[in-house]
């Protein structure tokens, strides 16, 4: 009897249970996804300081799964009172790298043909070059006065690739038209661009702008700095963003004119430092409450931003859909710009606002991350919780 019932079971209850657990999951991961497709274009274009555009395809499968079953978690909720100036101030960056990134490798033409030093080398793209022999590399001159210096005798190279630090060595060759010693390494050992403040906080001048991290052009990788600084900017002109063209703003600065502050921190979620005294002046906001993720609503918002000049109004937003996220991520909710001032004079958001404060019921809660490129009117916020800390 135990036997039929066991068979009855495994053949027959088994496969419908499976059948049925299969079904639902199935249900919720195309309500989710066409919940995404709903407030998702094809493709996003990141609003980069330096206008470089950035595709990213619609979440994957994994992604959704993730979506749905992490709603379920226990989300912590973070209580703190912060105050914060608002930004929507343009701001002029220099960086130093930590290092030199290597953005391409080539040969080198010597008396006797054409050499490739790196060939067979453990040696990429994207790779920073931290230190020759010993000695620290902080920009282009350094790495070659360094190499020059050894006469053509193997030299050891310090490279980090995504965060793992290791050795490679090479021997560099005679070019014969310098008559000095190279690698045949092309590579960036500094960048500047332009982008907007999200906040200053009142506890300690700290800044937090952009909403997501200064880029290589070339490879696409996070710089690794070693410093920087901030400037006051002027926006001089608008490129308009229209269907499948996303705009941009032309800010202009002085990177002899007086700093506005210091830049130490390139991250996944923007860049960061500390202002001056001066620059406080000129931030003409009061302070308002940062209000963190548990806070934000679909619905009306607002956010700051300038288009002309160099002080920022505030334009009317909606929120249209917010992501549940218990870990960091720039994508943490959907955007629609609904104010027909800045829909007529920038088509929506466009390269340049990145890092626009994103107000809420008087509290800053997030920064504007990316456009999408088939419907400028739309965009991404990520949580101001993933950037107030840094």
């Known amino acids: 009897m135990k036997k039929v019932v066991f068979c009855f079971f495994d053949r027959i209850l088994k496969p419908i249970f499976k059948s049925a657990v299969a079904m639902v999951l199935l249900l919720a991961i195309l309500l989710c996804h066409s919940n995404f497709m709903a407030c998702q274009s094809e493709v996003v274009v990141e609003?980069?300081?330096?206008?470089?555009?950035?595709?990213?395809?619609?979440?994957?499968?994994?992604?959704?799964?993730?979506d749905i079953f992490s709603k379920n978690d226990k989300e912590e909720v973070d209580d703190r009172k912060i105050m914060v100036y608002p930004g929507g101030l343009p701001l002029g960056f220099t960086l130093e790298c930590d290092g030199v990134m290597v953005v391409a490798i080539g040969s080198v033409q010597t008396l006797t043909g054409v050499v490739k030093p790196l060939e067979n080398k453990n040696v990429k793209v994207g790779d920073v070059v931290k230190s020759v022999d010993g000695v620290d590399i902080t920009s282009a001159a350094g790495l070659q006065e360094t190499i020059n210096k050894n006469n053509g005798n193997p030299v050891a190279l310090e490279i980090v690739r995504d965060g793992k630090t290791f050795m490679e060595s090479a021997i560099p060759v005679l070019e014969a038209s310098t008559q000095t010693y190279r690698l045949g390494l092309w590579i960036r050992d500094n960048a500047a661009g332009v982008g907007t403040l999200t906040y200053v906080r009142c506890d300690n001048n700290r800044f937090g702008a952009l909403g997501h991290p200064i880029s290589d052009i070339d490879t696409g990788k996070t710089l690794p700095i070693s410093g920087g600084y901030i400037y006051k900017c002027n926006i001089v002109g608008v490129n308009k963003g229209t269907r499948g063209n996303p705009g941009e703003l032309r800010g202009l600065f002085l990177k002899n004119g007086s700093q506005a502050g210091e830049l130490d921190n390139n991250n996944d979620y923007g860049v960061y430092g500390n202002v001056g005294e001066e620059y406080l002046k000129n931030i003409s906001s009061s302070p308002i409450e940062v209000g963190f993720r548990n806070t934000v609503k679909t619905g009306k918002a607002k956010i700051l931003t300038t288009i002309d000049g160099d002080q920022p109004n505030e334009y009317d937003i909606e929120i249209i859909k917010l992501n549940h996220q218990s870990k960091s991520d720039t994508k943490s909710m959907v955007i629609k710009v609904i104010d027909p001032r800045l829909i007529e004079a920038t088509g929506g958001i466009v390269q340049g606002m990145s890092g626009s404060p994103i107000i809420q019921g008087g509290k800053l809660v997030g920064a504007v991350t990316h456009v999408f490129v088939s419907d400028p009117t739309k965009g991404f916020g990520v949580y101001i919780d993933w950037m107030i800390d840094n």
């Open 47 to 66: 609003a980069s300081t330096r206008g470089a555009v950035a595709e990213a395809a619609l979440p994957s499968l994994r992604d959704i799964i993730k």
